[in-house]
Structure formats: structure tokens, C-alpha cells
């Protein structure tokens, strides 16, 4: 079957499929996601069979180690994907809930209410419990979904696919709720970027490279994730021990994620006090520093910033550090730089914390704490689809809340409009 | 000056605005918004001047009487702009306000609070009342607007957008907050849409052509707004006499404006007993009438509907009327062929009107009453920017709160991640 053909088909039947899942029982999504979460337990070998495939392939094509073991599915990380459903399932249903209701002087009563968004595609990358995690998310949502993983995951992806969704389609979930895209043909993303007739939304979520690919081409409405050049701004007045546990947590207790900081700034008066001990904390974590003229002197592992330092997103241990004049540079600073993923200012000044909340422009703005908390889980979310660095609809860690749209529900009497 | 460096240098300036305005403080902004007022009326000359060159212009090219008439500016009108802007400047500031707020176990304190999108572009046609209008609401919600009108009504526009934004200035409202496009050539909205660097949302308001456009052409993400295939179903328990008022209403009100009726679905139970009326009131009122074969036979003025007629925008007194065997049928119709704009069913039907309300995916869905209450200021809103037919960000009528985002701005005392 042709690419074409074969979205074409899978939008007609997720779009169907959709109308039946606005309108699906709590109680029906529910018994869904925890039989989705037995078959998988219940089938892990045929998984593990089937990843085998791709590890193979991958390692026969020279992928990096580390890349290697993300791809990689054994018996614990299947209980996680199993587990992630199961929390799924305990997490309250968003769809329903009346979000406001008034009564306007002619007597409509006009209620607000939240629904599914209808037929969500996610492209993603690589690791394939991004594959049920996101059929997990959508389906409680009340909404279809049509995934296309990373071709490297290919084999693992048709085997987890048709399992829950089989096993969601026995419960009663409609054939096509739950649709991989098989064909690794890499046009086939394309066509799924203009499938306007069958899907509401396309949320993709990877490297700055895919994400720039679908923000360009997609038709379809897209809500950009993920890329985070973050900063922490060491002020004047911060207590510098915290300031110190915060930016070293930032950096390099998970490196490869969008939430860790990728500069250093630090107020001019206290660089000298603070950054020699922080700068030789990094040198010692094995962080590569790239610094400004004045952080060059602190250290002497510090090698000269570049411009493309500045606006880089690392996803490693790389840190650019910056002295900065004040809070006013710092914000400016950040203001050409940041992606407004996270940003956190560590001071003691009450006027420069809210200064810096309200001026800094970001999805999340921290006073004292580590960027790195932006994050569904940390955030008491219990889930998370991926972190919207876009304005429109939804920013910061998303939700289920972030899965739906709303719907005014309007009960009239005869009313006509003069 | 070429459209790119006009767009660029307007972008840029735009985009240093929306910082200033994202903490502009409200009665500022209210102080700016009744000086815009005051400069439309004490220079309602030049605005009369200007607008008598497109007048001319427009005549000239034989353009149609009325969509000259929808360009005139006259004294009366320019008061209706000026009365707009106070209005704006009357409603609640939407930035600022604490959507919500919680405790993290670990002593995090989330607080997410609503702010300004940013650069909001607005691309619309003719009729310069819209001018006013949007900078007038972009700028109460923080927002920095680049505006870019029809070619006709480019010196009026010229004129409207120089006085208030002049006047906004005048009152600390940067330069840069309210933009408009000056050159015409039709390339520059190309330019606009792919103006990522300096626009958060881009929001076109017109004709289905424009939408589409617009919709296909950007990157910078859009609301879609607009197009209405709206229907009514007349339920077996309808109350007859109200339903003929309602389905009268919704098409002959307005028939020109998206939330009019395009097609008439009727219950065949009652079609002998409420067609005959309808249709000979609709035909009286000159409406143009397309019917499946059934409703022909109840009134000789009725030409076959084709295909295309269940899925126009008539957008004038021209109606499509279709029996159905019942409620299933009649979602069934609607599900082929609206536009998720505004449904209505009239019924007494307990089941039948929640099944309804509760089936049909649609931005507002009425029980007993005109689809045409769909627009902001009858939903009580005090404003509308227009009606998103999308599903992300904002649905139905968008009021100030649809034209802000939100942000996470958290509170610690030296939270690290483990």
C-alpha cells in the first residue's frame, strides 16, 4: 500500500473513530487502558522479539551505543509502559467538565464545556514507549491518534501498536482510535502534514531538526515542542550556595533534556566570589566551558564563547557562562537568546524576583529553584505529551487538560436574533 | 521601501513593543485606548478625506454598490470606531489574572497567570472599521498587532492606523504596538506569513479564499476564523411555530455573516405539516430555495439541491433544505458537511436534545434558538476578534482572554531536581 493510501485511510478511520470517543464512558476508557497495559505485560515476548529486529538493524547500521540502548525494550521497561497506562486510567478524565456557564439577559444558558480535540498526530523520534505513552494520553483524552515513530523503531513500534490497540478495540475502542503509520517512506510525513481533512492537531516531538520540518510544511495546526536554551541568572544579592546547588542541578543532572540550562549568567559583583568555586564544580562534572571574557579569568578551563555559543541548545555536558553588568542585561540577554522554555533568576532582591517573572518571557519562570523541574510529572500533572515552547493553546509541560478544546453548549427557549 | 524590509522593520519594532505592553499597566492602557477614541473624532476630517480617495478609487474600478458602501467612512461610523475603543477600554484587563495555583509536595509554589500572546498579525479584508477595532483589542490584552488590510481600503486604513496610533504614543503606548502593512502588493502577505522572528499568531479574518490562503501558507501558527455551513434540525417534537421562527431567523436575519443557516434539516414526520409554511414564508422573503426531492413537493419554488448546495456558504438568501428520517440522519448530514461552526436542533425531546448537543462536533450547539447568537458580543464577551472555526487555542467567539497565553511563573527556596 502506497503512503498515500494508506494515511488517507487511517485519517478516514481515525476521524470516525473520533466522533465514537468524544462520547466514550470514563469508565469504558479506563477498562481500555488497563487492558492495553495486561497485553502488554501478557506479550512482551513477541515485543521483545520484534525490538530484537530493530536492534539488529540498528546496530548493523553502526548506531551509536547510547542511541542503542533508547531503542532498546527488555522485560522492565514494558512493565513501565505498562505502568504509565495504569496511571493513565488514575488520572482524572478531562473530558465533561464544565469549564464556566452563564445565563445571558435574553435567557440562553450558555455552558462551556471541554472535549476531545479530535484526531491528534504525533511524529516523534526513536524511543518506542513514546508509542503508548501518547496512545495512552490521547485515547483518555477522547482522542484518536496516528503515530509516526522514528523509522529505527519501526518493528517495535507494529508489535506495541497492534497490541493495545487490540486490546483497546476487545474493551469496545473503535478500530482506528489507536493508528501507526507503517511506512518509513519519509514523504509520508509530508502527506501527513497536509491531512487537514482528518486531523485536528500534530504535535511532534524530537530534535530542533523535526520540529523546524513540521513547523514549515504543516497545514494542519502544530504545536511546537521542546527546544530550550534556558538560562539561570545568578543575581547580586543571591545566596550563593543555593545559587551554586541550582545551576549545577541545571546543568548537568540530566544534560541531554530541554529543560536543562544551557547559560550561565552572573551578576558582575558578586563573579568573583562565586564563579572560581562554581566553574571548577563543572570542570570537575567534566562540563565543557565556554565563557565571556571576564568568566575566561575565573577558570582556566574555560574556553572563549562564540556567538552560536550563546543561542546553542547543547543537550550536553557544555556550559556558556556569562558575566553580566545587572538584572536589566540579564533580561536582555535572555530576551535574544532564550527559546522561552525555562528561565530562573536565583536572588534575594524581592523587586528584581518579580521583575524578572514579569519581564522574562518564557513558558516557566523560576525564582531559587532549578529549571530543570519543568516537567508534567514535576509539575503534578501526573502525565505529559511534551513541553509547548509555543504561545497558541498550550505552554509549558502539557497535560491531558492540553489534549482538549472546548464546545459551548447553548439551551434556548424560541430565542431569535434581532 | 521593498514589503521585506518593511515587514522586518515592522516585525522587529513589534516585537520591542509587546515586551513594554506585556507589563503596561491597565489604566495606561485604558488612558491609551480613549485618547485613540478622542484623536478619531477630532480628525474625522482627514479620515473622510482618506477614505474619499478609496471611494473613488473603488468606483472608479466599478466596484458593486454595496462593498462600496461597506468602505464608506462617514461621520456616524467614525463615532461607531471611537464608541468601540471606549467600550474596549471598559472591559476587564484580561493579562495579569491567576488562572491557577498550587503547592508542590516539595515546597514549589506553581502559579500560572495569564499573559499577552505577544506580535499578533491580522490579515482582513476590506471594511476599515476592522482597523480600530482589533489594534483597539490587541492592545487592551498586551498585545503589539501588525495589521494588514484589503488594497481598497489602504488610504483609509493609512489614515485610521496613523492618527491612533500617534494618539496611543502620545499617552506612553510605544512605537512599533500598532503597525500597519502600507504596501499593497499582495506578496507582502506571503512575507507576513512566514515571519516567525516576529509574530506569535497570526489571525485572518475574511472570505473562505483568504482563509485558505492563510491557512496553507503559514508557519507562524494561525486561528482560523470564519467560514459557517450552519444547520437546523427540526425535530418530530419540535414546537412548529418556534421552529419556523428560528429556521426564519437564522437564514433571512443576515444571510451575509457566518453564523446565517445554510441548511434546513427536517424530521420527516413533520416535513407535510411544516414545510408547506416555511417555505412559502422563506419565498416570500425572496430566498432562493434548494431542496432534496421531498421538500420539492412542498412548494413549487424549490430547485433541486445539488452536492455543492449541502456544502456551501451561501453567504446570501439562498437556502438548502433537506428531509431526513430522523436525529441519526440528520448528525449523520451535518457531520458531512459543516464546518463545526453553529448547529441547532429544535425539539422537546429530552434525549434527542442532549444526544445532539453532545454528538455533533461544532464550536457552539443550541437547542431552541437561532444559530445566529453566535458572535462575542451576544455571548456576553463585550468584543469579539472574530469566530475560530479551529479547535486549538480558542473555539466560537473570541473575546480579550482568547487573544492571551498563559505563563508559569514559580516560587522557590533552592529546589533541586533529583
Avoid at 473513530?17 to 502488554?40: E, F, G, H, P, Y
Avoid at 491531512?195 to 530542533?208: F, M, T, W
Avoid at 536554551?229 to 545566596?239: K, S
Avoid at 577558570?299 to 556567538?307: C, D, Q, R, S, Y
Wanted: charged share 20%.
Amino acid at each position: 500500500m502506497d503512503y498515500v493510501t494508506e494515511l488517507t485511510e487511517k485519517g478516514k478511520a481515525a476521524k470516525q473513530a473520533a466522533r465514537k470517543l468524544a462520547t466514550m464512558s470514563t469508565a469504558l476508557k479506563n477498562q481500555a487502558l488497563m487492558a492495553m497495559a495486561a497485553a502488554l505485560e501478557a506479550k512482551q515476548a513477541a515485543i521483545i522479539a520484534a525490538n530484537c529486529k530493530d536492534i539488529e538493524r540498528a546496530e548493523a547500521n553502526g548506531m551509536p551505543k547510547p542511541l542503542v540502548d533508547r531503542l532498546l525494550l527488555n522485560k522492565a521497561r514494558i512493565q513501565g509502559m505498562a505502568e504509565g497506562l495504569r496511571q493513565v486510567a488514575a488520572l482524572p478524565d478531562p473530558i465533561g467538565e464544565t469549564i464556566g456557564g452563564w445565563l445571558r439577559p435574553n435567557g440562553l444558558a450558555i455552558n462551556k464545556i471541554r472535549v476531545p480535540l479530535g484526531v491528534i498526530g504525533i511524529i516523534y523520534e526513536a524511543r518506542p514507549n513514546v508509542t503508548v505513552d501518547a496512545a495512552g494520553l490521547c485515547l483518555k483524552a477522547g482522542n484518536a491518534v496516528i503515530l509516526r515513530g522514528g523509522s529505527e523503531a519501526i518493528e517495535s513500534n507494529k508489535a506495541v501498536t497492534t497490541i493495545i490497540s487490540e486490546a483497546a478495540q476487545a474493551v469496545g475502542v473503535p478500530a482506528g482510535a489507536i493508528a501507526l503509520v507503517e511506512t518509513t517512506d519519509r514523504q509520508a510525513v509530508t502527506t501527513m502534514l497536509k491531512l487537514n481533512q482528518y486531523l485536528d492537531v500534530i504535535i511532534p516531538r524530537g530534535g530542533a531538526g523535526l520540529i523546524r520540518t513540521v513547523v514549515e510544511n504543516s497545514t494542519v495546526p502544530v504545536i511546537e515542542t521542546g527546544t530550550g536554551v534556558c538560562h539561570t541568572f545568578v543575581d547580586a544579592t543571591a545566596d550563593l550556595g543555593m545559587a551554586q546547588d541550582i545551576a549545577f542541578n541545571a546543568k548537568v543532572s540530566r544534560p541531554g533534556v530541554c529543560n536543562a540550562m544551557e547559560t550561565l549568567l552572573v551578576h558582575e559583583v558578586v563573579a568573583a566570589q562565586f564563579l572560581p568555586d562554581m566553574l571548577a564544580r563543572y570542570h570537575q562534572a567534566g562540563v565543557d566551558l565556554r565563557g565571556c571574557e571576564q568568566t575566561q579569568k575565573y577558570h582556566n578551563a574555560v574556553k572563549p564563547a562564540t556567538e552560536e555559543d550563546w543561542a546553542a541548545e547543547f543537550h550536553d555536558l557544555i556550559l556558556a557562562v556569562k558575566v553580566v553588568p545587572g538584572l536589566e542585561a540579564a533580561i536582555e540577554h535572555i530576551a535574544a537568546y532564550s527559546t522561552k522554555h525555562s528561565e530562573a533568576i536565583i536572588t534575594r532582591d524581592y523587586e528584581n524576583a518579580k521583575r524578572f517573572q514579569q519581564e522574562v518571557d518564557a513558558a516557566v519562570v523560576y525564582v531559587n529553584a532549578s529549571t530543570r523541574f519543568t516537567d508534567g510529572f514535576e509539575f503534578g500533572f501526573g502525565a505529559e505529551i511534551g513541553i509547548s515552547t509555543q504561545k497558541l493553546h498550550a505552554r509549558g509541560p502539557m497535560g491531558l487538560p492540553e489534549l482538549t478544546s472546548i464546545k459551548y453548549v447553548i439551551n434556548g427557549n424560541g430565542q431569535i436574533r434581532n
